[in-house]
C-alpha cells in the first residue's frame, strides 16, 4: 500500500479554471507534508511546507491546506506557465530523520 | 536563496563504464544531502542520504558497491555508478538540506540524465 497518494494522475484545466490537487497519506507521526513543483527534465522546486493540521500556506495563486490525512493543494485561476506536475511528500517519525517519501505527482496541463 | 546544482546535466555512456555526477548547494553549507533516482512517470525514490565526512546510509535494495557515494565536503557530494549497465539508466537528483534541523526542507538540483547503451 502506497503511504502517499496523489489524485488525480493528471488533470487538465482551461486558463481561470480553479481546482484542486490531492495527497492523502496514511503514515502515522507526520513531522511534515510538503509540495514541490517538477517541470519536465528537471529537479523538483519546493514550494510549502506544511506542519499541523489546520495550517495554510500562500504563494501566488497556489494555496497548501493540510488536514489530519491530507493535503489540498487549491490553484485559483491557473494559467499556462503552471502547467507542471506537482509532488508532495512526507516527513514522518518511523523513517529516517530527513527521509522524504514522495507520492506519484498530479500531472496539471493549464490550456490557454 | 538555495540554489543546489548538478553536474552533468545529461551523460551516456557505455555499459561497463563508470559515471561521476557532482551535486553542490552553491550559497549554503549542506551537512546532509540526499540521492535520489526516478524512472518516467514515477516519483522519485531515495536511494541513499549522504553526511558530511560519515560514510552514507543506504536505503533498502540499493548496493553500495555500484552506487559510490562521497560526501567530502559542506558543499559536495559526488555520485558514482560504477561498471553502469542498462538498467541503470535513469534521472538521478540530488537534493540538500539547509543547516541541521531535522525540519528542514530539501532543495533539488536540477537532475542528470544516465543514459547507458
Known amino acids: 500500500e502506497d503511504q502517499v497518494t496523489q489524485s488525480p494522475e493528471a488533470l487538465r484545466l482551461q486558463e481561470g479554471e480553479s481546482s484542486s490537487l490531492n495527497c492523502s497519506y496514511t503514515?502515522?507521526?507526520?513531522?511534515?507534508l510538503f509540495w514541490y513543483r517538477q517541470d519536465p527534465g528537471k529537479g523538483p522546486e519546493f514550494l510549502f511546507t506544511?506542519?499541523?493540521a489546520g495550517e495554510e500556506k500562500e504563494k501566488e495563486r497556489l494555496k497548501a491546506t493540510l488536514t489530519k490525512k491530507e493535503s489540498f493543494l487549491h490553484i485559483t485561476a491557473p494559467k499556462p506557465e503552471d502547467s507542471a506536475t506537482y509532488l508532495c511528500?512526507?516527513?514522518?517519525?518511523?523513517?529516517?530523520?530527513?527521509?522524504?517519501?514522495f507520492g506519484k505527482g498530479t500531472k496539471l496541463s493549464v490550456i490557454p | 536563496g538555495a540554489v543546489v546544482s548538478q553536474h552533468p546535466s545529461w551523460v551516456i555512456c557505455k555499459s561497463g563504464t563508470s559515471v561521476k555526477i557532482e551535486c553542490r548547494s552553491l550559497?549554503?553549507?549542506?551537512?546532509?544531502m540526499f540521492w535520489y533516482r526516478q524512472f518516467p512517470k514515477q516519483s522519485l525514490m531515495l536511494m541513499a542520504t549522504s553526511n558530511e565526512g560519515s560514510k552514507a546510509t543506504y536505503e533498502q535494495g540499493v548496493e553500495k558497491d555500484k552506487f559510490l557515494i562521497n560526501h567530502a565536503s559542506l558543499t559536495l557530494s559526488t555520485l558514482t555508478v560504477t561498471s553502469a549497465h542498462p538498467e541503470d539508466s535513469s534521472f538521478y537528483i540530488c537534493?540538500?538540506?539547509?543547516?541541521?534541523?531535522?525540519?528542514?526542507?530539501?532543495?533539488f538540483g536540477p537532475g542528470t540524465r544516465l543514459t547507458v547503451l
Open positions: 503514515v502515522s507521526g507526520l513531522r511534515g
Open positions: 511528500a512526507v516527513r514522518y517519525s518511523g523513517a529516517g530523520s530527513y527521509q522524504l517519501t
Open positions: 550559497d549554503f553549507q549542506a551537512t546532509t
Open positions: 506544511l506542519y499541523s
Open positions: 537534493s540538500a538540506s539547509k543547516g541541521g534541523l531535522v525540519y528542514n526542507e530539501q532543495f
